[in-house]
């Protein structure tokens, strides 16, 4: 291990949170590249060597995390009880957000056809997803984006991680063309 991968993994591990590239380089006192060299030398060596922790990247950041083979235990140790797991509603709204964002509720709650508030709610409340501004329309409502901590609970780097969302079949396609030209106001200059 070189005195730069020494140096990163003992400034990660104090840090205990994600940490942007290029404040690692700063106080490393190295270039943002042969600071990524050594992120990649350490994370090839964690996972050669199947350690119990792994150096995760979380788009311009960096973080010492456990492997999720022992989250379980870690999780045990960590924290009294059992963090509660999605609902249905919640996962639902939470891929809207993932793959439409930055979206409002209204948007949300009409892809849905319910009312989404509570499960939006609950959802920032996790630290899953954040406001991340104003529409610039008529009231001005909020627009919701994912956070690192989506990334992190879904143990990706970036949104680009995502899976592909399932195509529609051509008669599925048809079906919602079919239902939105009945929807009131849909049709050409809104005669429905």
């Not at 380089?25 to 050594?38: F, K």
């Not at 119990?52 to 311009?60: A, F, H, P, T, V």
């Not at 409340?125 to 329309?137: F, H, N, P, S, Y």
């Not at 984006?145 to 609970?153: M, Q, S, V």
Request: net charge negative; with cysteine.
């Amino acid at each position: 291990m070189t005195e730069l991968e020494a140096g990163l993994e003992a400034v990660l591990f104090a840090a205990g949170d994600a940490v942007l590239v290029d404040r690692l380089a700063a106080a490393l006192e190295t270039s943002r590249g042969a600071l990524m060299e050594a992120a990649a030398s350490l994370e090839n060596l964690y996972d050669f060597e199947n350690r119990g922790i792994m150096l995760l990247r979380l788009e311009d950041k960096l973080q010492l995390c456990s492997r999720p083979l022992y989250a379980d235990a870690a999780r045990r140790v960590t924290e009294s009880r059992k963090p509660p797991s999605l609902s249905p509603a919640a996962l639902e709204v939470l891929t809207i957000v993932a793959y439409r964002q930055p979206v409002t509720r209204a948007f949300i709650d009409q892809l849905r056809g319910v009312d989404s508030g509570g499960t939006v709610a609950g959802l920032v409340e996790k630290g899953l997803i954040e406001e991340a501004g104003r529409m610039d329309v008529p009231g001005r409502p909020i627009l919701y984006r994912t956070t690192e901590a989506f990334l992190r609970t879904f143990a990706i780097s970036n949104l680009d991680e995502l899976p592909a969302l399932p195509t529609l079949e051509e008669n599925e396609q048809m079906e919602l063309d079919m239902d939105s030209a009945q929807q009131p106001g849909s049709g050409p200059a809104g005669t429905g």
